[in-house]
C-alpha cells in the first residue's frame, strides 16, 4: 500500500509568489494535517482538515490556506511568499482526527524561496 | 497551549549500547497523548512510541521504552541495544485535545551511533 505522498518534492520560488504543494492520504484515511518544518528545528503545525472540514488552524497568517477535496487529498497554498517561508512542507494523514489514531507522515516538499 | 522542551541537541551513543533521549513538555490538558518521532535523513517522519497520559504504565516497542513521569511532566526515550540504524533526528511532540494530528514538536535531539 502506498503511504502518504507529498508532490512535489523540491520547489523553488522566488519571492512575492505563489505556491501550491499536494498531499495524498493513504488509502482510507479522512484525516490530512500540515506541517512547517524550519531546518533546525521540529515541525510546526499549520492546518488539520477532516472530512473536508477546517478542524484545526495553527499560529500562521492568512497567506496560509487549505482545502481538502472530496478524494480526501489536499493542497497547502501560499500567497505573497517570502524568504521565512522556505521550510520543509509535511503532510500527515491518519484514520480519525481523534488522539487515538497514529499520523502518518509523508516525505515533505522542500520548498526554497529566493 | 502545550510546549515541549528537548534539552539535548546532539548526543552519540556506541553500538550495541543504551542511549536517553530527554523530554519535558507543558500542558494544561487532562487528557493527551505523547509521542516520540524519527527523522532519518530521508525526511519522512516515523513513529517510535507513544504514551496515553492516563496510563500509568511505560509504553515499549522492542528496544524502545520510554520513563514517563506525568508529575515532573517528564517522558524520557530509552533506545537499548542501539543499532547504525538508529541515527536521526528525534522528536518528542504531545497532541492537542482536538486530534491526533495537532502535534506540538519539540526541536529535536540529533543521535549518532556510532561503529
Known amino acids: 500500500d502506498a503511504g502518504v505522498t507529498q508532490s512535489p518534492t523540491h520547489l523553488i520560488k522566488t519571492r512575492g509568489q505563489h505556491v501550491t504543494l499536494r498531499c495524498s492520504p493513504i488509502?482510507?484515511?479522512?484525516?490530512v494535517s500540515w506541517y512547517q518544518q524550519v531546518l533546525g528545528q521540529g515541525p510546526q503545525f499549520i492546518f488539520q482538515y477532516y472530512e473536508k472540514e477546517e478542524r484545526g488552524r495553527g499560529n500562521f497568517p492568512d497567506r496560509f490556506s487549505a482545502r481538502q477535496f472530496p478524494n480526501y487529498s489536499s493542497e497547502l497554498n501560499v500567497n505573497a511568499l517570502l524568504l521565512g517561508d522556505s521550510a520543509l512542507y509535511l503532510c500527515a494523514s491518519s484514520l480519525g482526527w481523534n488522539m487515538n489514531t497514529e499520523a502518518f507522515f509523508g516525505q515533505g516538499t522542500r520548498l526554497t524561496v529566493v | 497551549a502545550q510546549t515541549v522542551t528537548q534539552s539535548q541537541p546532539e548526543m552519540s551513543v556506541q553500538e550495541a549500547e543504551t542511549v536517553t533521549l530527554s523530554c519535558t513538555y507543558d500542558?494544561?490538558?487532562?487528557?493527551?497523548?505523547l509521542f516520540w518521532y524519527k527523522q532519518p535523513p530521508s525526511r519522512q517522519m516515523i513513529l517510535v512510541i507513544r504514551q496515553e497520559a492516563y496510563k500509568q504504565q511505560n509504553a515499549t516497542e522492542n528496544r524502545f521504552s520510554v520513563n514517563f513521569q506525568k508529575a515532573a511532566k517528564s517522558f524520557s526515550l530509552k533506545i537499548s541495544d542501539s543499532q547504525l540504524g538508529d541515527t536521526a533526528m528525534y522528536f518528542c511532540?504531545?497532541?492537542?485535545?482536538?486530534?491526533?494530528?495537532?502535534?506540538?514538536f519539540g526541536t529535536g535531539t540529533r543521535l549518532t551511533v556510532i561503529p
Open positions: 511532540a504531545i497532541s492537542d485535545q482536538t486530534g491526533a494530528n495537532n502535534l506540538f
Open positions: 500542558t494544561s490538558e487532562n487528557n493527551y497523548y
Open positions: 488509502s482510507g484515511h479522512k484525516s
